[in-house]
Nanobody, 126 residues
Framework: VQLQASGGGLVQAGGSLRLSCVYSGRAPNSLTMGWFRQAPGKEREFVSSITWSSVSTNYADSVKGRFTISRDNAKNTVYLQMNSLKPEDTAVYYC????????????????????WGQGTQVTVSS
């Protein structure tokens, strides 16, 4: 599975960004898709995930109510809409794919995901 993330950039606190991740190499209905982030000097952390059918989603507590994950299987794309951004959201954001449960579980662990994209930088200024 190949993953290509885009949409990062510099935004002021309170602003919005939408990240996109195009995936290929495997049928969408076999993949759970996730977003993770890693700030300088910190470990990679879970942000959000979505099952293949979009029936189930998961969010980190720190982004609940501000971020929304969605996917368009016809376009092989997963999105992360980020609103009310805060300086602490600054990080490199990675999209990832979990092929282990046929896309039926909205998994949250870094080790759950077996495919990773290259990351896109999000910087939120105060």
């Amino acid at each position: 599975v190949q993953l290509q993330a885009s949409g990062g950039g510099l935004v002021q606190a309170g602003g919005s960004l939408r990240l996109s991740c195009v995936y290929s190499g495997r049928a969408p209905n076999s993949l759970t898709m996730g977003w993770f982030r890693q700030a300088p000097g910190k470990e990679r952390e879970f942000v959000s995930s979505i099952t293949w059918s979009s029936v189930s989603t998961n969010y980190a507590d720190s982004v609940k109510g501000r971020f929304t994950i969605s996917r368009d299987n016809a376009k092989n794309t997963v999105y992360l809409q980020m609103n009310s951004l805060k300086p602490e959201d600054t990080a490199v954001y990675y999209c990832a794919a979990d092929s282990r449960f046929l896309g039926l579980r909205a998994t949250t662990g870094v080790s759950d995901y077996d495919y990773w994209g290259q990351g896109t930088q999000v910087t939120v200024s105060s």
